[in-house]
């Protein structure tokens, strides 16, 4: 069984992830397809989206959920606010689930969980940015499979501790890019108070600025006990 125990994992570049469980449920997490410079070409249909989730409003991780939505009808789960905004924008959605952070919710064979990050939110609409609610990470458990925390776009922060003791969280998705969220090195600090053993790094390397770099974070990671997983843009996990 693979280090995520059989969840199916895909990252489909920056911030953009697709996970498929053991009960085949599919999910679509911060989706930006059009217009992100990396996502592959190749990966821009899904069969079926059964879930999307969305930490926050900004456009690198909503840029294509309406277009998702009208696809494929799936349970949206997002900050109270930005589900506002989103159906104020004709999301089309069997379900939505608006929650705000320390909420759990289940959809699906999934318990979500919504905790606190620290970033910015906002949703654009006609050009002009509208306050989306605070960001957010979410911590997901699927029956029979592993507790992943999606941190989203965040810095680090001293109640990370806390995801540890309220989720023990056993896998981590984390931003590295640095200058927008928190580089390589305090997403290794992170990853220790989190206390997951291992780690996923993503939102670095799509443009210049997004300059963290995985091999930075292994290497303040070493000797620690935690694994660094680097996964290779539209390649899903074994």
Known sequence: MSRLGGITL??????????????????LIDPWI???PVYPADKKKFDKVDVMLLTHGHSDHTG???D????????????????DLLEAQGLKSRKLVAMNLGGTTHVEDLEISMVEARHSSSY????????????????VKPANGPVIYFAGDTSLFGDMKL???LYAPEV???PIGDFYTM???HAAIAAEWIGAKTVIPIHFGTFPVLRGRPDTLREALEGKGIDVLELTIGEPTA
């Open 10 to 27: 895909t990252w489909l570049g920056h911030a953009t992830l697709h996970l498929e469980t053991a009960a085949g449920t599919s999910i």
């Open 34 to 36: 059009d217009g992100n």
């Open 64 to 66: 294509s959920a309406l």
């Open 68 to 83: 998702v939505a009208e696809q494929h009808n799936p349970a949206v789960v997002c900050m109270v606010e930005l589900g």
């Open 124 to 139: 654009m609409i006609d050009g002009k940015p509208v306050y989306a609610g605070p960001p957010a990470g979410l911590i």
């Open 163 to 165: 995801i540890k003791a």
């Open 172 to 174: 981590a998705v984390l």
């Open 183 to 185: 580089g390589p090195k």
